[in-house]
């Protein structure tokens, strides 16, 4: 029997942009990925909150009759997963994150919010712009860029999780973090490594933060490696 594995997507994303990687990991396990709330078509609910998406997982995995599960989270993602192993550690099984941004203040949300501004987005990049509204259909993508951007300025307001919610993760966990990636440094991905009891860093040549971007034979062969390995 192939173990079981939950992909989540990222902040503005939805599970539309597994399918390539998907593809790859259902040789290897049982695959499963979902939209949180307000993402890929899902009416929104406000506030965006990391514990509403970790509520939204835990719908999932309930709803779909999963226990322990591997769990891969790319960006906003793998933070999710790792509030998951915090707070719920027997849901959680091995976990990886790719491009997931820890370290939240005041200032690094600012600068994340400073890039999220919908009708410049509209006007200066308009295929991404294309992107989302087709992504998030029939929601307002607009609307959803709002609603990430606040949720952005609470966690750098105080509400990130600490370093001590992450050493009280036991789960193995594997922080992967491109070498091309200028959303998210190498640095905090490697101290909040440290933070994790059982935390590895892994160093992928190349990648860049979008996952449009990255090789999927590569990151599907970390994930089989990591997620495989007694």
């Known amino acids: 029997m192939k173990e079981k594995l939950l992909l989540l997507h990222g902040a ?7 399918v390539e990687l998907k593809q ?7 695959v499963f990925d979902f939209n949180f709330a307000g993402h890929g078509g899902l009416p929104l609910q406000e506030p ?9 997982t835990l719908d999932f995995l309930n709803q779909s009759g999963l226990h322990t599960i591997h769990l891969f989270g790319y960006s ?24 997931t941004k820890f370290r939240w203040n005041p200032a690094s949300a600012a600068k994340e919010v400073r890039m999220m501004n919908p009708d410049v987005i509209d006007q200066k990049i308009p295929a991404f712009a294309a992107t989302l509204r087709d992504r998030h259909h029939p929601e307002d993508w607009k609307r ?7 949720m952005m300025t609470a966690l750098g307001d105080g509400i990130a999780m600490t ?4 050493n009280s993760i036991d789960h193995d966990v594997l922080v992967c973090i491109g070498t091309e990636d200028h959303m ?18 892994k160093i992928i040549e190349g990648f860049k ?21 007694a």
Do not use: W
Not at 163 to 166: G, H, L, Q
Not at 184 to 201: F, M
């Open 163 to 166: 370093k001590e919610e992450f």
């Open 76 to 99: 906003m993602g793998g933070y999710v997963a790792l509030k998951l192993a915090s707070d719920y550690p027997g849901k959680a099984s091995k976990i990886i994150t790719l491009g």
């Open 209 to 229: 933060h979008p996952l449009e971007a990255v090789d999927k034979d590569v990151l599907a062969a970390i994930c089989v490696e990591f997620l495989l390995e």
């Open 48 to 56: 965006f909150t990391i514990d509403l998406f970790v509520q939204n």
């Open 12 to 18: 503005l994303g939805s599970n539309v942009q597994f």
């Open 144 to 150: 959803n860029m709002h609603l990430t951007a606040k």
């Open 184 to 201: 998210v440094s190498r640095e905090e991905s490697a101290e909040t490594a440290g933070y994790l009891k059982h935390g590895k860093l």
């Open 24 to 30: 790859r990991l259902s040789t290897h396990f049982d």
